[in-house]
């Protein structure tokens, strides 16, 4: 053990809630991106708080033994941002799942972190309501989780990410305070924006323990189809078209001929070998015209297929879509992803950042599946490696990391909804500059001068010595 967490024993909580089990430490060892990698750390103790006030008492003690505190959601995370990297305590949240109020005449829902994020679309269907930025993975993954890494999915072109949703939250400090932010009101000017402070911040700055949400009305119409072109160029020249134009698209999303072919052997799924862009619209009225522009817009572009499904056949419209991730896994049992690719460009560079990164691959000779949230601009892409040859594990992290670094470039980010956590600290100064990210260092001091939350995450190794 690195740390001595016995402290916990001495606190006011059940002892099923406290676990310095190896069983359980290895379960909260990291998330799936450090399982995959290999880079998961041992917690010393594992706690589960079930209220606001469990949450508020180890923190304040776990500052004063100065023992590090690293809150844990579904483990569902892809950039070790629930890894405790220097030990000490993983914080579960996932007993804390509650629905603690609904408001649907106000569109509101107040939950706690651990609820999964399905869970709350199915608490407010019978009200017609649903809630719109859930991203692929919300029936694994926690509404805490979401608002820490900022997260967002298909529907982002449409709806925005999970911050503009997220009307305020209730937070326990470092030192054991809690705060509230926001406000139950649509709008607010009234002091700091503490509520998009925190979403996003991964753990760093404070641990959520309830969240208000806004909720939308269930558009009555809603179809989908998909649209295959010859090349990737005239796909994503007709994503861009379609977004500048102003079709109304709740999805856009795009797979490469590479990840088609990947998706058939996966779930033989019957997609053409070719460039796919699948598409979904919500209207309440209007929905057959808004398709027909769309069609329009993609004929302009050489569309070789334009198919429109009805609400039967969704379901089965998008599972080659959301299957993709383990499609890519078990495509050749010799080739591993290196890291999972997740930037974001403006949506006038989404071509040029698809281009580059084919022809990156075509160079260098490697398998590099792309697919995305192409509606915002959004590159999931995946270099594959032999991880028994370390030459092409170098050649690997070359080309991830010229991708990255066109994307901010072109004005974008390194990631577009994962998150920092370890694995894309190096890219931090590089898009946001030295004094940006000392400003954010003077926030996290300022709020955990004992750096007792989430460390070794967000910042460069040079500058988290001295956060």
Not at 158 to 167: N, P, Q, S
Request: proline share 5%; net charge negative; with cysteine.
């Amino acid at each position: 053990m690195s740390a001595d967490p016995s402290f916990l024993s001495a606190l006011d909580i059940g002892d099923n809630q406290l676990s310095f089990g190896d069983s359980d430490r290895e379960n909260h060892a990291g998330d799936w991106g450090a399982e995959s990698r290999g880079t998961g750390v041992l917690p010393d103790a594992v706690v589960w708080p079930e209220s606001v006030r469990d949450v508020s008492r180890v923190l304040e003690a776990a500052t004063e033994q100065g023992i590090p505190v690293t809150p844990y959601a579904a483990g569902t995370g892809l950039e070790g941002n629930a890894v405790p990297a220097r030990g000490g305590i993983s914080m579960d949240l996932t007993r804390m799942d509650s629905v603690i109020e609904y408001r649907p005449d106000d569109f509101q829902i107040t939950v706690g972190p651990g609820i999964i994020g399905s869970a709350v679309e199915e608490y407010v269907a019978s009200e017609g309501l649903f809630f719109p930025p859930l991203p692929s993975s919300g029936d694994i993954s926690t509404i805490g989780g979401m608002i820490a890494t900022d997260a967002s999915g298909m529907q982002t072109v449409k709806y925005g990410e999970v911050a503009d949703w997220v009307l305020g939250l209730k937070a326990v400090l470092a030192d054991g305070s809690v705060i509230s932010t926001g406000s139950r009101a649509v709008k607010t000017s009234s002091g700091y924006n503490l509520t998009e402070l925190l979403v996003g911040s991964e753990g760093t700055l404070g641990v959520v323990t309830e969240a208000t949400l806004k909720l939308a009305g269930r558009p009555e119409q809603i179809r989908g189809g998909r649209a295959t072109f010859d090349s990737l160029d005239e796909a994503t020249g007709a994503v861009f078209d379609a977004v500048r134009s102003g079709v109304d698209l709740a999805r856009i999303e795009l797979i490469d001929g590479l990840s088609a072919r990947m998706a058939n052997r996966y779930l033989d799924s019957g997609l053409p070998d070719a460039p796919t862009t699948f598409v979904e619209f919500h209207a309440n009225h209007g929905v057959e015209r808004e398709i027909e522009f769309c069609r329009s817009v993609f004929e302009a572009h050489n569309v070789k297929r334009f198919e429109i499904t009805d609400s039967e056949g969704m379901a089965d419209l998008w599972e080659a879509r959301k299957e993709l991730a383990y499609a890519v896994q078990s495509y050749d049992p010799d080739l591993q992803p290196i890291h999972p690719g997740d930037v974001t460009v403006p949506i006038s560079d989404y071509p040029e950042i698809i281009a580059y990164t084919k022809e990156l691959a075509d160079e260098h000779g490697l398998l590099v599946p792309c697919f995305g949230h192409a509606g915002d601009g959004n590159v999931h892409y995946t270099v594959l490696v032999d991880f028994d040859d370390p030459a092409h594990v170098e050649l690997g992290e070359e080309v991830y990391g010229k991708i990255v670094h066109r994307a901010i470039e072109l004005g974008g980010t390194a990631t577009g909804e994962h998150g920092i956590g370890q694995g894309k600290r190096e890219y931090l100064i590089e898009e946001h500059g030295e004094a940006s990210v000392k400003a954010m260092g003077a926030i996290k001091r300022a709020l955990d001068p004992a750096g007792t939350l989430n460390p070794g995450k967000i910042f460069p190794e040079r500058v988290d010595r001295r956060v």
